[in-house]
């Protein structure tokens, strides 16, 4: 990621200048890109493996999974 500086609020007045079809475009403009550089991030169902595991470590699992089933009837 590339980090770029800038004075917000040189921005904020520049912004101020413009017309409000001028402001809209801008908005529309930064929408569209910020929808297309987020569609490029994908994640994998294969990334939560191991997420938690640790609440589990000290648990015996089939006796938790044999409490559940009983509180069900």
Known sequence: MTTIAFDRQAI???VD???YTDKLNLLSYI???L???GSKTKHHLSEL???GKE???NIDIDGYIQNERASWD
């Open 12 to 14: 904020f007045r520049g």
């Open 17 to 19: 200048t413009l017309d």
């Open 31 to 33: 929408m569209k890109d």
């Open 35 to 37: 929808i297309k550089s």
């Open 49 to 51: 493996r191991g997420l």
């Open 55 to 57: 609440l589990w470590q």
